[in-house]
């Protein structure tokens, strides 16, 4: 796992910043490409109640382990992933979503290429 992702919790102001994809239809596997060797993400919505990130990641990469302040739902939208939550192991597929809870360790590693949707709910 040679990528590493620092999950931005950042202001509103930098969501207005970027294209507006409010009121359209979209299709999320195509809001990220995936990129040889690394990880991709791109932050649909950043709001004080929460954000929502897609993510992609080429096989072999992954997040070490680490904890968040917020529970986070974990979508995936196309490949595998394997992701750990206190020591356990899942296999989570296209279609499959897992909810990781607030200050537990958590990592995942794509099994195949895979994408995915990060949920962020704040407090």
């Not at 930098?14 to 991709?40: H, I, M, W």
């Not at 919505?45 to 382990?65: C, M, P, Q, R, Y």
């Not at 206190?86 to 290429?113: C, M, Y």
Request: proline share 3%; net charge negative; charged share 25%.
């Amino acid at each position: 796992m040679s990528a590493h992702i620092m999950v931005d919790y950042g202001s509103e102001e930098r969501q207005e910043k970027r294209e507006n994809l409010y009121s359209k239809v979209l299709r999320l596997p195509d809001l990220v490409s995936y990129q040889d060797g690394t990880v991709a993400s791109r932050m649909l919505i950043n709001k004080k109640a929460g954000s929502v990130t897609i993510f992609s990641f080429d096989e072999g990469e992954g997040l070490s382990e680490h904890t968040a302040p917020y529970d986070a739902v974990v979508t995936i939208l196309d490949g595998e992933c394997e992701v750990w939550v206190e020591g356990k192991t899942f296999q989570v597929r296209t279609g499959d979503t897992i909810i990781l809870p607030a200050n537990k360790p958590h990592a995942l590693s794509a099994v195949t290429k895979f994408k995915m949707t990060l949920t962020m709910i704040r407090e």
